[in-house]
């Protein structure tokens, strides 16, 4: 993790409210591991203080960049600063996926909107191909197809609307493909990153078929380095369960750890 | 040019440490700033026993602030000393641990404990989180009470004590003198004020504790206030936090009263801020030739 004033190489939109942020940042570059993320001050807020975290989409040569949907004021902020302005950044951080061995298990990737973005460099980096299903309410929200259609992955659309891949969500395809397998269930893992409502999706096919699975989760963050204990999530353990920090012991977790529900 | 100060007996090669609760315990943000630059590293509020902390959200971003309500998660006395005080004891600058109980029974017990453990710098009595149902603020905002667990840590510790005063009383100026009066080497002044904030289209506070904390640079000119008015009300130093950001509003503190000064929300989202600060102190000092910065302390002049 470094901590680092960076310059902005480029910041274009991409499709509809997502833009893609490019950040010349050659030692944390070199750091980046798939399935971590970026904690970004946004300097012109003024008044709202604290970092945005961006889950880290690709890395080439001396940069990396994220992508993000405006949702609020900083990422309203963020989305009209320009080339050759400077962010601070934390980064890389977090615990991030494991990437699949040569020869172990295909790997199912899940994402939902610009979750598909924090799963590009797993799949860049796993020696194994296999499938990528993604799913959004309408046709913008599906993002990178190509990115990910070049590194010789099978991509998967689905939406709400039906205005792109196939209509529904994007576990359906995904059950389809587990029901159908030919390889026989065991030889899948899943990986997922989107909504909590497509994590906890997931998370139950995982159970159900007996997946290994691993969920990129999407908590509010404050410090992002694990002092505050803001982004914490129940973790299961021993015999009962814990609050551990998404931007420390996670953002990714063995689905088998999580737990959706706990007594207030 | 002297930028030590003494709280009770412990030394502080410069005024600056950090706010508990903003800091972790110290290791996390070795990794991006030399913590032995510090005045001193002050860790998370610690009771006996291991504590789950609140449902979430905990945290909400405000104007010039945010809102807090962790409930003090934390591994208490027994798991601090196992994972995290090999690292802190190595330091070169002293550790000030925060603690706290629900009973006064408790917050002794963990003060003998803390001094039983030797090389710790200070014991910071948190008597004012407003964010769990029993313990913190109930002792800091009743005088009674204060005078009880301050003097049950008094008698279970030498340890220098300072109490983490609550900003949500009619007047500080009794309280402090009540601290002062049970044993306290020092104050801390403040902590986080009671707050809260609504989703309008959920129509859901934005804590799932309902109300929480407020911090940053929107309570600096209250926080500044009361360690003016605790500062003629007692002779004991005081640290003074409450939205620092830079050295402007840490010398602010000094010039009200305060001896030492602690950084906080500012951790969160810079860093480099208690370093920046040191920094600050000095080259203010260099520029107005000022020698020692004790000089500074209570130096406003309010013709009053």
Known sequence: MLEQTVQIVSNERDTDSYFRLVLRAPQIASLIQPGQFAHVRVTPLKDALLRRPFSIFQVEGDSFSILYKTVGKGTEALARMRASEEVSVIAPLGHGFTVPKSGGETPLLVAGGYGMAAMFLLAQRSPQKGIVFVGGRKRVDILCEKEFAALGWDVRATTEDGSHGEKGLVTQPLLAEIRNSEFGIRNYKLFACGPTGLLKAVGKIAEDFNVPCELSMDEHMCCGVGVCLTCVIPVKTGDGWEYQRTCSEGPVFDSRQTVWEVAK | ?304
Do not use: H
Request: hydrophobic share 45%.
């Open chain 2, 1 to 304: 040019m002297n930028l030590s100060v003494k709280i009770g007996t412990l030394t502080m090669q410069n005024p600056v440490t950090v706010a508990s609760g903003t800091f972790g315990y110290g290791e996390e943000y070795s990794r991006l700033i030399d913590l032995n630059q510090l005045g001193a590293v002050t860790v998370k509020g610690i009771r006996l026993n291991p504590v789950r902390g609140n449902s979430t959200p905990r945290t909400a971003e405000v104007a010039s602030g945010m809102l807090n309500a962790i409930g003090l998660q934390g591994p208490g006395v027994d798991g601090f000393i196992k994972k995290y005080w090999p690292f802190l004891k190595e330091l070169k600058v002293p550790t000030i641990i925060n603690i706290w109980g629900t009973t006064v029974d408790e917050y002794a017990e963990v003060a003998r404990r803390f001094d039983a453990l030797g090389g710790v710098g200070a014991l910071e009595l948190n008597v004012s989180c407003p964010n769990i149902k029993e313990g913190g603020a109930q002792f800091g905002t009743d005088l009674k009470l204060l005078a009880q667990v301050v003097a049950a840590c008094r008698k279970a510790t030498t340890l220098p004590l300072i109490t983490k005063m609550s900003p949500n009383v009619v007047s500080i100026a009794p309280f402090a003198k009540v601290a002062e009066d049970a044993g306290s080497d020092a104050l801390a002044i403040t902590n986080s004020y009671p707050a809260m904030a609504i989703d309008i289209e959920t129509r859901k506070p934005k804590l799932a504790n309902v109300t929480g904390g407020l911090t940053g640079p929107a309570i600096k000119p209250i926080a500044i206030k009361l360690v003016w008015e605790a500062a003629k009300a007692v002779k004991i130093p005081i640290i003074g936090m409450g939205g620092i950001q830079n050295a402007d509003d840490a010398i602010e503190f000094l010039m009200a009263g305060a001896t030492a000064v602690a950084v906080g929300t500012a951790n969160f989202f810079e860093p480099q801020t208690p370093l920046q600060v040191i920094a600050g102190i000095r080259d203010f000092m260099e520029r107005g030739k000022i020698s020692d910065v004790r000089e500074i302390t209570g130096s406003v002049q309010t013709g009053k």
